[in-house]
Each structure stands twice: as structure tokens, then as C-alpha cells.
């Protein structure tokens, strides 16, 4: 899997490319990313690559020729590419998307600034606009950044077998049940007695009730959306008598 990046701040991806599991992917050959700086394809005399927008109003609006011409440099040759702008105005990032685009041998991920990209590089020369939530970053860089991680934690081999059976689409999405570890005691707080038995079933049983209870709480939308067992109700039953 190939991710090319187009960003007038190439150096935002240095260091989230090289730690964790991103990094050993990469080092390891399974995913390749490469950043281009948009500046290096603005031809004029000062390299702009912004300008104020026609009609008027506050901030500016990314120029379509150093896009463009960054594209076209990178399209040369290359594997068959989706094409994504980041920006707020896109459809809403999600793990079914990741899974999709988990799936395809090269991604572009086109990084706005400013108020925007001109809307003809919108238009004519993407695929798809992704926007990572409901709130304002001052640019898509950091959005890129999370669809790749998102993403190439799917391919296969990235994360070992970890994360295979998590992504099981047949799943259903529930929050995950609170963890321990060690110490014991820390600081006077203790572990929920449960998770020191020793049986399997009685542990995965509250694992799930806690999963379940957590998702009710916290996400309700989600819950809605859950096709509850019977163990499921009889759990959840239990936590709240
Ligand atoms: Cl993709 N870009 C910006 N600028 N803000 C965002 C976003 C993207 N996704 C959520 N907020």
C-alpha cells in the first residue's frame, strides 16, 4: 500500500511516521508513505501557493496550479490512485471507510489550508472528500495523519493477528471493557476482584457486561443500534440490580 501526501507542511508527518507500529510498518516494506510539498510544484516568482478568493471575504484559498502539478508529478507512472481531499465540508470519516480504503494498492491525500482549496481541484481532479469529525482543524495534516494510521492498522501483517479478530466486520461495534494491570494496589485502589478469580467464563462475562454498560452510558447511539442476546439483557440486568 502506497499513501502519497500533498501538504505545504511536509515536516507535520516526520515524527507520527516514525513511531509505533506506523513505523515498523514502514520499515518493514508493508505500507509506504510518502510526503510532497505542494510549494515545490508553485512555478511563480515567490512559490505561493495561496491566494485571496474571488468575490471577496476574510482568508485564503489554496491555488489549483501547485496542486495540480503536484498530482500530475506523482500520478506519472505510479499505481492506480484514490484520490482524497481532507476537509471539514468532506463525509465523515469512519471504520468502514478505513476498511474500504484498506483494501486499495495506493491512496493521495490532498492536505487543505486556509479557508479551502479551490473548488475545481474539489471537483475535477478527486475522489472522494474526507472530513475526520465535527470540529475546525487549521488544516487537514493531522486528519491525513489519522487515515493512515487508521488505515494501515488493517493491512494485514501491520499489527501481527492483534487486531484481525477486532476488525471482524460481522462484529458488532460496542466500546471496549475496562483494563488492569499491575500493580494490584495502586495507591490504595484495587482491581476489580473478578479479573483475579482465574475463570475464563466469569472473566469474558463481565468483560461484556462492563462493554455493554459503558456503551449505554457513554454511547448511545451505538446502543441503540446493538442486537442485545439474552446473556447480553441478563448482564446487563445484573449490573444495574
Ligand atoms: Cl479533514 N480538515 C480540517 N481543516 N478540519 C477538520 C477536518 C479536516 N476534519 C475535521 N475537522
Known amino acids: 500500500m502506497i499513501f502519497d501526501i500533498l501538504t505545504i507542511f511536509p515536516s507535520m508527518f516526520s515524527s507520527p511516521l516514525r513511531e509505533g507500529m506506523i513505523g515498523k510498518a514502514?520499515?518493514?516494506d508493508l505500507i509506504q508513505v510518502r510526503v510532497h510539498n505542494i510549494?515545490?510544484?508553485?512555478?511563480d516568482k515567490h512559490h505561493m501557493t495561496d491566494d485571496r478568493p474571488f468575490g471577496g471575504g476574510e482568508g485564503m484559498v489554496m491555488k489549483?496550479?501547485?496542486?495540480?502539478?503536484?498530482?500530475?508529478?506523482?500520478?506519472?507512472?505510479?499505481?492506480?490512485?484514490?484520490?482524497?481531499l481532507l476537509t471539514p465540508q468532506g463525509r465523515l470519516f469512519s471504520q468502514e471507510i478505513?476498511?474500504?480504503?484498506?483494501?486499495?494498492?495506493?491512496?493521495?491525500?490532498?492536505?487543505?489550508?486556509?479557508?479551502?482549496?479551490?473548488?475545481?481541484?474539489?471537483?475535477?481532479?478527486t475522489d472522494d472528500q474526507i472530513s475526520i469529525g465535527d470540529y475546525v482543524l487549521t488544516g487537514g495534516e493531522l486528519a491525513a495523519m489519522v487515515i493512515v494510521d487508521a488505515?494501515?492498522?488493517?493491512?494485514?501483517g501491520v499489527l501481527g493477528n492483534v487486531g484481525s479478530a477486532l476488525e471482524d466486520s460481522f462484529t458488532q461495534p460496542v466500546l471496549e471493557h475496562p483494563q488492569y494491570t499491575r500493580p494490584r494496589d495502586f495507591e490504595g485502589m484495587g482491581?476489580?476482584?473478578?479479573?483475579?478469580?482465574?475463570?475464563?467464563?466469569?472473566?469474558?462475562r463481565w468483560r461484556r457486561g462492563q462493554a455493554l454498560k459503558r456503551?449505554?452510558?457513554?454511547?448511545?447511539?451505538?446502543?441503540?443500534?446493538?442486537?442485545?442476546?439474552?446473556?447480553?439483557?441478563?448482564?446487563?440486568?445484573?449490573?444495574?440490580?
Do not use: W
Not at 488505515?151 to 494485514?156: S, Y
Not at 476489580?192 to 466469569?202: F, I, K, W
Open 215 to 241: 456503551t449505554s452510558l457513554r454511547r448511545p447511539d451505538l446502543f441503540a443500534a446493538l442486537e442485545l442476546s439474552a446473556e447480553d439483557r441478563q448482564l446487563l440486568e445484573e449490573i444495574e440490580t
Open 151 to 156: 488505515v494501515a492498522r488493517l493491512i494485514p
Open 64 to 84: 489549483p496550479e501547485p496542486i495540480v502539478g503536484a498530482l500530475r508529478a506523482i500520478e506519472a507512472g505510479g499505481p492506480e490512485a484514490r484520490c482524497i
Open 191 to 204: 482491581v476489580p476482584p473478578v479479573l483475579l478469580c482465574g475463570n475464563h467464563e466469569t472473566i469474558r
Open 39 to 43: 510549494r515545490d510544484f508553485a512555478f
Open 26 to 28: 514502514r520499515e518493514r
Open 98 to 125: 478505513a476498511r474500504g480504503l484498506s483494501k486499495l494498492s495506493r491512496i493521495v491525500l490532498i492536505c487543505g489550508r486556509y479557508e479551502g482549496v479551490d473548488e475545481r481541484v474539489a471537483q475535477h481532479f
